[in-house]
Nanobody, 117 residues
Framework: QVQLVESGGGWVRPGGSLTLSCVRSGSPFSLYNMGWYRQAPGKQRELVAR?????????YTSPSVAGRFSINMDYAKNTLSLQMKNLTPEDTAVYFC?????????WGQGIQVTVSS
């Protein structure tokens, strides 16, 4: 049905930037809410940011990353991007792309982001 493929993770020094991408594919065609969660070692899973479907009107960015992260959906390319700037070690986590419709979630496999000196 729906498949999510993530890319763009890796290691970066504090203050650096990374962009994560999540490509959505599959059929039948549906409109999904999409976004990113993350989970750091020893911490609970945290919603980072989300966008609503094409028919939606709202977006959300966690206060913990507001002003540093931005989420963008390219509908023509079916690609969700998370632009991350001014990264800190507390941003180190596994980041998961997701698509949601009617309470049902489809997840990417997770991608590691490591911020350290």
């Amino acid at each position: 049905q729906v498949q999510l493929v993530e890319s763009g993770g890796g290691w970066v020094r504090p203050g650096g930037s990374l962009t994560l991408s999540c490509v959505r594919s599959g059929s039948p065609f549906s409109l999904y809410n999409m976004g990113w969660y993350r989970q750091a070692p020893g911490k609970q899973r945290e919603l980072v940011a989300r966008v609503n479907s094409r028919g939606g009107t709202s977006t959300y960015t966690s206060p913990s990353v507001a002003g540093r992260f931005s989420i963008n959906m390219d509908y023509a390319k079916n690609t969700l991007s998370l632009q991350m700037k001014n990264l800190t070690p507390e941003d180190t986590a596994v980041y998961f792309c997701y698509a949601e419709n009617g309470g049902v979630h489809i997840w990417g496999q997770g991608i590691q982001v490591t911020v350290s000196s």
